[in-house]
């Protein structure tokens, strides 16, 4: 079935630096995509989503841009911080289901 | 603050003991819950939406007679995992959305360990 990937598992950044996190999707009617960020140990914490009609939505510190020709959606950090240490999930959606699928998660590590 | 609660965070027990998670929604009432599980460094599977009312809708795969799901009030799902054994061990989260449309919220998860 249509999935949700991701292109690298780990990302290391230096503090203070632009972080770039990207995903795949295969399904195209999907109507919206969701970025979590999860914590060890625990639940995933809603980050920013954007739905299919738009290109880019900015929030504090994050971006996220969706490319609907090339099925690419990236989730952009600025200056990004320690606490910023976690795994990152992207997932898509569609109005006409509750369901979400996901990404296979990226580990973002933020070194001092 | 967090709007879903779960409880308890860790489980662990012996081999063949029913556990039962909770899953509530803070300050709103959630007609739909979602349940997940996941395995160490993998993604989030859906398991089941848990339906106010009625019977809950199991994805592919998943034994509705093992993972027992009630959602008798609007803010509150309960899954019970039965006669649990070791390949059950696992990281339970629920989810749940504030309002139609909006995005899944979720708890932070049960840690169950079978021994």
């Known amino acids: 079935g249509e999935s949700v990937g991701l292109h690298l598992p780990t990302l290391s950044v230096q503090e203070g630096d632009n972080s770039i996190i990207n995903c795949a999707y295969s399904n195209s009617a999907s109507d919206y995509f969701i970025w979590y960020k999860q914590e060890s140990g625990k639940g995933p914490q809603f980050i920013i989503d954007?739905?299919?009609?738009?290109d880019k939505r900015q929030g504090q510190r994050v971006t996220v841009l969706l490319n609907k020709t090339v099925k690419h959606l990236s989730l952009q950090i600025a200056a990004t911080q320690p606490g910023d240490s976690a795994v990152y999930f992207c997932a898509e959606g569609m109005d006409s289901s509750y369901k979400l699928i996901f990404g296979s998660g990226t580990r973002l590590l933020v070194r001092p | 603050g967090a709007v879903v609660s779960q409880h308890p965070s860790r489980v662990i027990c012996k081999s063949g003991t029913s556990v039962k998670i909770e899953c509530r929604s803070l300050?709103?009432?959630?007609?739909?819950m979602f349940w997940y599980r996941q395995f160490p460094k993998q993604s989030l599977m859906l398991m089941a939406t848990?339906?106010?009312?009625?019977?809950?809708?199991?994805e592919q795969g998943v034994e509705k007679d093992k993972f027992l799901i009630n959602h008798a009030s609007l803010t509150l799902s309960t899954l019970t995992v039965t006669s649990a054994h070791p390949e059950d061990s696992s990281f339970y989260i629920c989810?749940?959305?504030?309002?139609?449309?909006?995005?899944?919220?979720f708890g932070d998860g049960t840690r169950l360990s079978i021994l």
């Open positions: 300050d709103f009432q959630a007609t739909t």
């Open positions: 989810s749940a959305r504030i309002q139609t449309g909006g995005p899944q919220h």
């Open positions: 954007i739905r299919s009609n738009m």
């Open positions: 848990s339906n106010e009312g009625s019977k809950a809708t199991y």
